[in-house]
């Protein structure tokens, strides 16, 4: 049983310690100079709820009285909390304190007015107690919201007593009361064996159980932490324990190198070996392979969280024995002599006859074994919840909040929030029966659904839910459960290429699955559960392109190896497929039968990532009658898509918005063209989807695969646009509401408000070409452009356009700090945010530049500095500007100031092709654009500010400069400025620029 650690402490010492806190605290600063001291200042009626006894007294009172260590055992609510739902404070470990506290300010006279609050808390939590304070007194009430007077005390009383005598403290009734207080609400920590005893005595469930997400998602964090931690202290054993395996330790680091290149894609290629990895496992704290490293052991550690979720899941509904918990974890413990390794190897081992593909095959994660500590740790920590309970997407939370710190700048490229993936499906019509099956001879039979990169699985997780919670079915006849689970299992198909993705899809969806697999268990005396597989592989989805349909003859020779099966990706560490996967794979490399095709695929411009493209052609030729240069990497996931669908399938994504525009989408969009009805395109405008992408356009689109192209020609295409998000709440919240209410209203033939606009768009679907697709305009707007294209002339004829400077970089950023050596960032005295080619007037002045090197610092702005019209008159900040032909020995100062970031400045790319010198700004146009008459603009056109402007005015490429081509032109840049601020202009840009830039004004 639990014993309490509370300290066997003199309660005068105690009462010592409440007094020495109650006198230190500042009262003179929370009453204005009104009181001094304690008993003066309890008198007032100060709020200090939110700056005295929540921040400053409590945590003390908390710290030094009850044991409890802030934010470790006793979790604040954060301070950007206001709804009000959940109590100040809430010990970590609620089952062995099952209370909490609520802090109350000096202005509370009556603490029983907070009773309803408090009770409702511990209703919410599934506490014992609830204790409310504020510098007067403690209350304790119950769940009934009786106060218990045992429990409960005074401050005051306790610090007068003690102040009238120290040592006749203890027999005062109110002192009693308080140390009644400390040993009930003190902090205990159960030591190994108490933890061990708790799982052992682990109670069955009643089935009675309710199960917080909210909490379970906070515990299955606290795990991932533990594991970590414990991976990361078996580090110098990984290379010990895969002993002469090189193959193994070629594959986990090709794993680590593929991160480390997902963090810094120009970082230089290792060339892997299996002594590679051991470099790896030594690399320097700090450094790229560190942080690659230390993402591989948290990967390592999710993996085996999510095993030991699903083995628990799995002994919760008695589909394996119980090994973990409930008698089990006490008979196995036992008969394998107390190793708990033994017993993890067991559970697994039942895992693995139901399911192999997950618990009997190796991979980059599974050399890992707990050690016992963590083990029970966390084993403890799930011995909390009935998870039987559990049916919802628990982990995409912890996967979002993983993707997050892998990359930052990538947050939210790599997860798709669960309102959009939900919005999608109920797009392509995957809400009731008839979508969910059909019916051959008589029988129910599943759809068939396609996630081409299903990242953590959010699409299918969804559809699978759908089939659970929305389909009709009876869940106590056996036949009808099974029909639900063959859908699960055989009718939702996914591809992805990143190995600890899939396995986080594969997991996910066995979740979902597992409450059918138990309500199909109340029927084991008619059903032999069979072994399965979920049809989800690991795969290039690239690679399950259409075979070639060409004789022997006509094929090329590029085209043959396209009909290889290729058994191997060594740089994704694929494996070759085997079994039922194999046969997965095989289906949809021939299906052109799915009914659904639905996914967030990847998207990668050509640009930067040039080797991508070209590999991929290289391994895979059938996509080179697709590829176009400056194409996107999803418009090959789109044409796969649809060359998968049935006629009639549906097809749903979530893209970036700019194919419909893009020159390089041309491809694309004849494919579409040839294939597909375009049923919808819902543009996002300015509203942000991924919290993490700012300036990211979004569309998201569906598409009908449609063989009559009459059909085709005469479609007329549904739009909605997004003109303005909802107001108040988090981006979550915001565009949550934002897409209710786009369905709401998307089925009527035209709609507007201040939010967005519905409409069908006025050219039909025969009108377009592969040229870029002008749908996004209604029809009246639409003649207002056509006629304004046949008269206006255009700005570039007559008018040079050109962007601002590339700095590269401006500032110090985090990355390029990191790129830095120590001893230069040591040397220099470097921070994240000092400025490269900026210096600020003050840091300008610090530099005493004599006259001849003053020259070369320009004014500089940014596009805010530019309004309708005008722009600010001067700026604090000054550019270095620097080009290929400056000779900076002229410049000492300036150059000595650049020699700091040198070994960053030669690292760029055109400085490494030796197209510019290292103290020159990457790219820094030409000089005239910047000097003398002009108009500047910014460069987001649809909200554009153009302003005429004459001398030194620098900025960089958020900005546009406009110059006369022609001396003699006519119109002067004034009577220019004038149209281009103009209301006719501001419509033609907003209607038909779209995310454009400027030079292409017609
Ligand atoms: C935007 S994410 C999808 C997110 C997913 N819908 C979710 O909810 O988590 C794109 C996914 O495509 C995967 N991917 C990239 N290239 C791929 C390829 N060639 N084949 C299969 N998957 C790929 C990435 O690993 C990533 O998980």
């Known amino acids: 049983m639990k014993t309490p650690q509370i300290r066997k402490a003199q309660s005068s010492n105690l009462a010592s310690k409440v007094y020495s806190i109650l006198n230190k605290l500042d009262y003179g600063a929370y009453s204005g100079g009104r009181a001094s001291y304690y008993l003066d200042y309890i008198q007032g009626g100060y709020k200090d709820e939110l700056t005295l006894v929540d921040p400053v007294f409590f945590p003390q009172f908390a710290r030094e009285v009850l044991g409890f260590i802030l934010g470790t055992s006793l979790i604040p609510k954060e301070k950007t909390e206001t709804s009000g739902e959940r109590p100040d404070f809430l010990p970590r470990d609620l089952h062995l304190h099952p209370f909490m506290f609520e802090t109350k300010g000096t202005d509370s006279r009556d603490l029983a007015l907070h009773f309803p609050q408090v009770q409702s808390y511990i209703q919410k939590t599934g506490a014992r107690y609830g204790i409310v304070l504020n510098l007067?007194?403690?209350?304790?009430?119950?769940?009934?919201?009786?106060?218990?007077?045992?429990?409960?005390?005074?401050?005051?009383?306790?610090?007068?007593?003690?102040?009238?005598?120290?040592?006749?403290?203890?027999?005062?009734?109110?002192?009693?009361?308080?140390?009644?207080?400390?040993?009930?609400?003190?902090?205990?920590?159960?030591?190994?064996?108490?933890?061990?005893?708790?799982?052992?005595?682990?109670?069955?469930?009643?089935?009675?159980?309710?199960?917080?997400?909210?909490?379970?998602?906070?515990?299955?964090?606290?795990?991932?932490?533990?594991?970590?931690?414990?991976?990361?202290?078996?580090?110098?054993?990984?290379?010990?324990?895969?002993?002469?395996?090189?193959?193994?330790?070629?594959?986990?680091?090709?794993?680590?190198?593929a991160i480390a290149e997902s963090i810094d894609p120009r970082k230089p290629k290792w060339e892997i070996s299996a002594s590679s990895l051991r470099e790896m496992l030594g690399a320097k704290s700090g450094s790229l392979d560190e942080k690659a490293v230390d993402t591989y052991f948290y990967r390592v550690a999710y993996f085996t969280m999510t095993r030991l979720l699903l083995v628990r899941l799995w002994e919760d509904i008695g589909f394996i024995d119980e090994s973990l918990y409930d008698g089990g974890f006490k008979k196995w413990y036992e008969n394998f002599?107390?190793?708990?390794?033994?017993?993890?190897?067991?559970?697994?081992?039942?895992?693995?006859?139901?399911?192999?593909?997950?618990?009997?095959?190796?991979?980059?994660?599974?050399?890992?074994?707990?050690?016992?500590?963590?083990?029970?740790?966390?084993?403890?920590?799930?011995?909390?919840?009935?998870?039987?309970?559990?049916?919802?997407?628990?982990?995409?939370?912890?996967?979002?909040?993983?993707?997050d710190r892998v990359d930052r700048k990538n947050k939210g490229q790599y997860y798709t929030p669960r309102e959009v993936v939900s919005f999608i499906w109920d797009r392509v019509g995957f809400t009731h029966d008839n979508a969910f099956f059909h019916f051959e001879d008589g029988q129910r039979k599943p759809r068939l659904i396609f996630d081409l990169a299903t990242g953590s699985g959010g699409f299918l997780v969804e559809a699978a839910r759908r089939l659970r919670e929305e389909a009709t079915y009876n869940c106590q006849n056996l036949n009808d459960l099974v029909d639900i689970e063959n859908a699960i299992i055989e009718g939702l198909y996914g591809s992805e290429i990143s190995a600890f993705s899939y396995y986080i899809t594969e997991i996910n969806l066995l979740i979902q699955l597992t409450p059918i697999i138990k309500n199909i268990l109340e029927h084991k005396h008619l059903y032999r559960h069979p072994e399965f597989a979920l049809s989800v592989?690991?795969?290039?989805?690239?690679?399950?392109?259409?075979?070639?349909?060409?004789?022997?003859?006509?094929?090329?020779?590029?085209?043959?190896?396209?009909?290889?099966?290729?058994?191997?990706?060594?740089?994704h560490d694929i494996v070759g497929l085997e079994g039922r996967k194999r046969q997965v794979y095989e289906f949809i490399k021939d299906c052109r039968d799915f009914d659904y095709v639905c996914a967030n695929p990847p998207y990668i411009g050509e640009k930067g990532h040039k080797e991508l493209f070209r590999a991929t052609i290289e391994q895979y030729p059938y996509w080179k009658q697709y590829y176009l240069g400056k194409m996107n990497y999803l418009y090959w996931f789109v044409i796969l898509g649809l060359s998968?669908?049935?006629e009639g399938g549906k097809l749903g994504f979530i893209t970036t918005s700019y194919w419909p525009t893009a020159d390089g989408a041309a491809k694309l969009r004849r494919y579409i063209l040839d294939n597909a009805l375009i049923r919808e395109i819902v543009d996002f405008g300015e509203t942000r989807i991924f919290e993490g992408a700012p300036g990211q356009h979004n569309v998201i689109f569906v598409l009908e695969r449609y063989s009559d192209a009459q059909k085709r020609a005469e479609n007329r295409i549904k739009v909605a646009k997004v003109k303005k998000e909802f107001g108040d709440g988090t981006v979550k919240e915001r565009f949550s509401r934002l897409l209710d209410h786009l369905e709401g209203h998307i089925e009527e033939e035209s709609y507007t408000d201040e939010y967005i606009d519905v409409f069908l768009s006025p050219?039909?679907?025969?009108?377009?070409?592969?040229?870029?697709?002008?749908?996004?305009?209604?029809?009246?707007?639409?003649?207002?452009?056509?006629?304004?294209?046949?008269?206006?002339?255009?700005?570039?004829?007559?008018?040079?356009?050109?962007?601002?400077?590339?700095?590269?970089?401006?500032?110090?950023?985090?990355?390029?700090?990191?790129?830095?050596?120590?001893?230069?960032?040591?040397?220099?005295?470097?921070?994240?945010?000092?400025?490269?080619?900026?210096?600020?007037?003050?840091?300008?002045?610090?530099?005493?530049?004599?006259?001849?090197?003053?020259?070369?610092?320009?004014?500089?702005?940014?596009?805010?500095?530019?309004e309708k019209y005008t722009t600010s008159a001067s700026t604090n900040d000054f550019l270095i500007y620097t080009t290929s032909i400056t000779p900076i020995d002229n410049y000492p100062n300036i150059r000595q100031h650049l020699e700091k970031f040198r070994s960053i400045l030669v690292r760029r790319r055109e400085c490494e092709s030796g197209k510019v010198p290292w103290f020159?700004?990457?790219?820094?146009?030409?000089?005239?654009?910047?000097?003398?008459?002009?108009?500047?603009?910014?460069?987001?056109?649809?909200?554009?500010?153009?302003?005429?402007?004459?001398?030194?005015?620098?900025?960089?490429?958020?900005?546009?400069?406009?110059?006369?081509?022609?001396?003699?032109e006519p119109h002067s840049l004034k009577y220019l400025v004038g149209i281009l601020n103009s209301k006719v202009i501001d419509f033609w840009l907003l209607k038909s620029l779209l995310h454009k830039p400027l030079p292409q004004i017609k």
């Open 920 to 968: 020159s700004l990457h790219w820094a146009r030409e000089q005239r654009i910047f000097e003398n008459e002009k108009i500047v603009c910014s460069y987001r056109t649809e909200d554009a500010s153009f302003a005429y402007q004459d001398g030194s005015f620098y900025g960089s490429t958020d900005m546009y400069f406009i110059k006369s081509k022609n001396e003699r």
């Open 644 to 646: 998968k669908l049935r």
């Open 537 to 571: 592989i690991h795969q290039d989805s690239l690679k399950l392109h259409p075979r070639i349909e060409k004789t022997f003859e006509e094929f090329p020779d590029e085209l043959r190896k396209a009909d290889e099966v290729y058994e191997r990706d060594k740089r």
């Open 136 to 257: 007067r007194e403690a209350i304790v009430i119950s769940e009934t919201a009786h106060p218990i007077a045992e429990l409960s005390f005074s401050f005051e009383k306790l610090y007068r007593d003690f102040k009238h005598n120290p040592h006749a403290v203890g027999i005062q009734p109110n002192t009693r009361q308080f140390m009644n207080f400390v040993k009930e609400f003190s902090h205990q920590e159960l030591d190994f064996m108490q933890k061990v005893e708790q799982i052992a005595q682990g109670r069955p469930w009643t089935g009675e159980e309710t199960l917080s997400l909210d909490e379970l998602t906070q515990k299955i964090r606290e795990v991932v932490f533990i594991l970590h931690n414990d991976v990361r202290s078996q580090r110098d054993q990984l290379t010990h324990l895969l002993g002469y395996d090189n193959e193994r330790k070629v594959r986990i680091a090709s794993e680590i190198d």
């Open 337 to 403: 002599n107390r190793e708990l390794e033994r017993v993890l190897r067991y559970a697994f081992h039942l895992a693995g006859e139901r399911y192999s593909w997950l618990f009997n095959r190796e991979n980059n994660y599974t050399w890992y074994y707990p050690s016992d500590k963590a083990l029970v740790d966390v084993l403890y920590e799930f011995s909390h919840f009935n998870l039987g309970k559990l049916n919802a997407d628990v982990l995409g939370t912890i996967y979002e909040e993983y993707v």
């Open 763 to 866: 050219v039909r679907q025969g009108e377009l070409t592969e040229k870029p697709w002008g749908v996004f305009i209604e029809e009246a707007s639409k003649k207002i452009i056509d006629r304004i294209g046949t008269i206006g002339i255009k700005l570039s004829d007559h008018w040079f356009v050109d962007q601002g400077v590339v700095p590269n970089p401006l500032r110090l950023t985090k990355s390029k700090y990191e790129e830095l050596s120590e001893k230069a960032i040591e040397k220099y005295k470097l921070r994240i945010g000092d400025g490269v080619f900026i210096l600020t007037k003050q840091a300008l002045d610090r530099l005493q530049l004599p006259d001849c090197e003053q020259g070369i610092m320009k004014p500089y702005f940014k596009n805010s500095d530019i």
